[in-house]
């Protein structure tokens, strides 16, 4: 199937190459050069736009020394220049050279994307973001998420550790649910996915980040994480693009867990000395090499424009065995028609990829096991076991071997297509049609050893293990819209209404067994599993639908750019919803006003106040949750044969409907000094109810003892700031562009999780820390009016004359109870946290480093809690911990010594470049660059990555703040680049 999949991407990436050579024009053109400069000062301009007059998608931006130069069609008259905080100027082109001084001026508006259509930022009244490409993250991005990261204030998108094929975490202002819809809808051209996986960075052109419900409930029922919207790159009129982009990264170990050294261990009384030394990290880890390299072909004229892409990702994980391998393409073809009337767009995006995953339980194995054991070992009794050096204990198997002997991989194959036909059937009354498909194929495949002594079925069974799991989606979605704008009498008004019906349909199939002969089959050959006729073989197969339709509409209003109002609705419906409730209403509305319209401000260029409420919904995190769920239970013997008995596993809720968002923003956005000084500011407040939770009802009335039910009320409010400050000359030459952004989170309140239906009280305690040594120790508390994230636990307070750790009496009964005597000990969501980046510009050089910062969230160090005392010491190694208490003869326990402060600032990236103008007929320009990655983390957090941890296993959302054993080890990169544009 795979290699089907591949001779397709061939194919495609064939009929790109042709579509390239059929589309290719070729128009006389003449070459315009020229100096942009400030009128007073006479210093020269940097990244003014230069474009033709009556042929705007031709131009270009001026270079560090104010200079342009750029192809113009042959019968050009006029060049326009603007640059934000001057006037835009005009002049004729009456030779090959063109120069323009500006004066002071209004700032030129930008066009953002907002949902259903784009908004000019002067009329934009809720809380939307917009980042640029020239504002994106640089160096190794290997996902469009990381472009993102930091940029946004209230945006927090965390990854603990290096793994190249794990996901990313993003929360928009906070928590939202308690379920698992916890990240904002993700919407790329107006295809609505699951994950940004399959969109290349290099094909990304700008973010919208609709933050609040005023501006997101235009999308319903999905929007109460809020939305991220991407725009992809697209072809320019009259203008032939050729762009190379290219880079190479070498990455290393930069951190991990602070374990014992073979000296430091041999010093322990309990440690058994097996003779060498060994690094188990090192000894799993290794520096790896990731290259990518991206092609995109792009022009337009008149009535047409397209850009292809090609793109190529190679990435080696740091851990053995771990990297990837993806190969991607993209066409956005754009067709006018009827003299303009009509316009017809088409977007076909996909995506291969092959990972390998490492065996993570090795990084816990790596932590524990003797650093005075040896890899391999001559041992005759071990030579069936692959000759690696093993040991009969508990929880004690070599890392090493765990790594080689064992195998995980994926291929994944991810398409999107999109066709959209809009008509103007009058003046100013627009109709367009759109359907989209994205379709999602996944193959997992793992194999253990038969020489494996560790293997997730048994130890040392001797037998190998198999397994093939696939995941299918197929999301659908048909949208049609109407839009109407008028201008009376300096009041200008848009119009939008729309239809919206979406289906998707998943299915999984997965198949494992194990016993066989020889390791030669792999994952390849399963049937020959012995395991089959011995019935032990398992089969699991899975299927579900969902459809969701919705009626939207938003109504704009502009009075003389001074008083501006933005109105949206959405009326949903959802299979996923009970029988008594499958439609909600949801509605945003906010306005503003510039009060420099009105009152004329010193230094202050406009002063946007605005404010906005709006009600937003969030869905089951699976279908059928409203409905009676029957399983296997068991068999019976009838009629001379064995018949399969079923019982409820879910009880039956009608009434199940939509969590509701009801969401506060007041806010203002300023710019002073001649728009080189801006800011925005934002104070946000929501209400979240009938958040959705499975609850233990009584048993009857109800057959079974679980219900999904609408019950939890979550408060939540908070403040983000962004500050930019543009063109600040140092001298002569050097300019300076520097953001900042902030992000300050309150308590996130638990208001209701109680009611007379459930079987549950108003405070509990869950998170366990689990096997070995800390089986039934919970350290998450939540509550009705409690913060969501507490971590409780005892203090400790001494080491007794007798050796013996204790802990502090917090309830001064004159005994240590470790249920009783316990106390909050920090919270796993942060409080702030601060994004800095900066860039300079000198000669042809660019200079930008990337700070970014969060604080007040604490971790629980779960390794140091299970390996951080003596008693955990025997054949085990352990953490440093161990030393801080080598005269204590009790534990391992959990206290207060395991909850660290995890608040960190890593300077994330910071990137050298230089930019060659070859200004040729053929060659545009050429930047080389040198970035590196993670580069230096300031932490008081001793394990490995502080990165905030948003949930945990089973208790999700509700239990942030636990650091497991085996999380993959932190990396720092360096990157050396080219981008090459013909």
Do not use: C
Not at 50 to 67: K, R
Not at 312 to 322: I, M, P, Q, T
């Amino acid at each position: 199937m795979v290699k089907l999949y591949i001779m397709k991407i061939k194919l495609f990436l064939i009929l790109v190459f042709m579509v390239f050579i059929s589309l290719i024009t070729v128009e006389a053109q003449k070459i315009v050069k020229g100096t942009v400069t400030e009128a007073g000062t006479k210093e020269p301009l940097i990244g003014a736009t230069v474009v033709v007059v009556g042929n705007e998608n031709i131009g270009t931006i001026t270079d560090l020394d104010g200079n342009f130069s750029f192809e113009v069609p042959a019968d050009s008259r006029q060049l326009q220049v603007t640059y934000v905080g001057y006037d835009k100027m005009t002049m004729d082109i009456t030779g090959n050279t063109v120069n323009f001084a500006l004066t002071s001026g209004v700032m030129i508006d930008e066009v953002v994307v907002v949902g259903y259509g784009t908004m000019k930022t002067k009329e934009v009244t809720s809380a939307v973001t917009n980042v640029n490409a020239a504002d994106f993250n640089k160096g190794n991005i290997n996902n469009a998420t990381q472009l993102l990261q930091g940029k946004v204030a209230g945006l927090s998108i965390a990854k603990p550790g290096g793994d190249p094929n794990a996901g990313f975490n993003i929360r928009l202002r906070g928590i939202s649910t308690f379920g698992s819809n916890t990240q904002p809808l993700l919407v790329v051209d107006g295809i609505i996915v699951d994950n940004f996986d399959a969109i290349d960075p290099n094909d990304v052109e700008s973010f919208s980040v609709l933050k609040d419900a005023s501006a997101a409930a235009i999308y319903g029922t999905r929007a109460s994480n809020g939305v991220l919207l991407i725009k992809t790159k697209s072809g320019v009129k009259d203008i032939t693009k050729i762009e190379y982009n290219g880079q190479v990264s070498f990455d290393q170990m930069s951190n991990h867990p602070d374990v014992l050294t073979a000296s430091e261990y041999k010093s322990l009384s309990r440690a058994i000395d097996l003779g060498d030394e060994t690094d188990w990290y090192k000894a799993i880890t290794r520096n790896a090499l990731t290259h990518s390299h991206g092609l995109s072909f792009s022009s337009g004229n008149e009535n047409s424009n397209y850009r292809v892409s090609a793109n190529y990702r190679n990435g080696e994980g740091v851990a053995l065995h771990s990297g990837y391998e993806q190969y991607g393409g993209r066409l956005n073809y754009s067709q006018d028609a009827f003299n303009k009337k009509m316009n017809f767009e088409f977007m076909l995006n996909t995506t291969l990829r092959n990972e390998e995953n490492p065996i993570y339980d090795a990084f816990g194995l790596a932590t524990v096991y003797n650093p005075t054991a040896p890899i391999y070992t001559d041992e005759p009794e071990w030579k069936d076991w692959g000759g690696y050096f093993q040991r009969s204990a508990f929880n004690f198997y070599n890392p090493v071997a765990v790594m080689d002997q064992n195998l995980r991989d994926a291929k994944k194959l991810n398409t999107q297509w999109k066709t959209k036909l809009s008509y103007k059937l009058i003046k100013d009354l627009n109709y367009s049609v759109s359907y989209s498909q994205t379709l999602r194929d996944e193959l997992y495949n793992e194999y253990f050893s038969k020489k494996a002594y560790w293997s997730p079925r048994a130890v040392g069974d001797s037998k190998g293990y198999a397994g093939k799991y696939t995941n299918n989606y197929d999301k659908k979605l048909f949208e049609t819209m109407l839009d109407y704008g008028v201008n009376i009498g300096g009041f200008e008004t848009k119009l939008l209404g729309g239809y919206s019906y979406q289906q998707e349909l998943y299915e999984e199939f997965g198949m494992s067994a194990g016993g066989f002969i020889t390791d030669g089959f792999s994952y390849n050959n399963i049937k020959a599993a012995n395991d089959f006729s011995e019935g032990l073989a398992r089969i699991n197969s899975y299927k579900n639908e969902r459809k969701l339709v919705g009626f939207f509409g938003r109504l704009t209003g502009n009075f003389r750019d001074i008083y501006f109002l933005t109105a949206n609705f959405r009326r949903e419906g959802s299979t996923m919803f009970g029988e008594n409730n499958k439609w909600g209403d949801f509605y945003g509305i906010s306005g503003g006003f510039d009060v420099t319209k009105l009152f004329d401000i010193p230094f202050v260029n406009k002063l946007k106040l605005r404010g906005g409420y709006g009600v937003t919904g969030n869905l089951p995190p699976n279908p059928y949750l409203s409905q009676s769920l029957f399983v296997p239970q068991s068999s019976y013997f009838s009629e001379g044969k064995f018949v399969p008995a079923y019982g409820p596993d879910r009880n039956f809720n009608p009434d199940l409907k939509w969590e509701t968002k009801n969401d506060l923003n007041i806010g203002l956005d300023m710019n002073m000094l001649d728009y080189k000084l801006s800011l925005s500011a934002d104070y946000y407040k929501t209400d979240i109810s009938d958040l959705m939770l499975e609850f233990n009802v009584s048993v009857p009335p109800n057959p079974y003892d679980k219900k999904w039910l609408n019950l939890g009320q979550l408060q939540t409010s908070g403040i983000d700031l962004a500050i930019g400050i543009k063109e600040i000359g140092i001298g002569s030459k050097i300019k300076w562009n520097t953001d900042f952004t902030f992000s300050k989170y309150f308590d996130s309140k638990i208001v209701r999780i109680t009611s007379d239906e459930v079987l549950a009280e108003s405070e509990r305690i869950i998170a366990g820390l689990g096997a070995p040594n800390l089986i039934g120790i919970n350290v998450i508390k939540f509550g009705e009016g409690l913060p969501v994230g507490q971590i409780i636990g005892p203090v400790f307070d001494k080491i007794d004359s007798l050796g013996n750790m204790t802990y502090k009496d917090l309830d001064g009964d004159g005994e240590f109870n470790e249920k009783l005597d316990v106390e909050v000990l920090g919270n796993g969501l942060p409080s702030f946290q601060i994004g800095f980046n900066n860039s300079f510009m000198f000669g042809k050089f660019d200079v930008n480093f990337f700070f970014r910062g969060v604080f007040g969230h604490s971790l629980v160090n779960v390794n140091n809690a299970k390996f951080g005392a003596p008693n955990a010491i025997a054949i085990q190694s352990g953490m440093g911990q161990v030393l801080d208490f080598a005269t204590a003869v009790n534990g391992p326990s959990f206290s207060d010594v395991h909850v660290e402060d995890a608040s960190f600032v890593k300077l994330d990236n910071a990137s050298l470049g230089y930019t060659f103008d070859l200004k040729n007929k053929y060659f545009k320009n050429l930047r080389l660059f040198v970035t590196g990655q993670n580069l230096v983390t300031f932490t008081k957090y001793s394990g490995v990555d502080p990165e905030v941890r948003y949930a945990d296993g089973s208790d999700g959302p509700l239990a942030p703040g636990i650091d497991r054993e085996n999380t993959y080890v932190t990396t720092r990169g360096y990157t050396f680049g080219i981008n090459f544009n013909f």
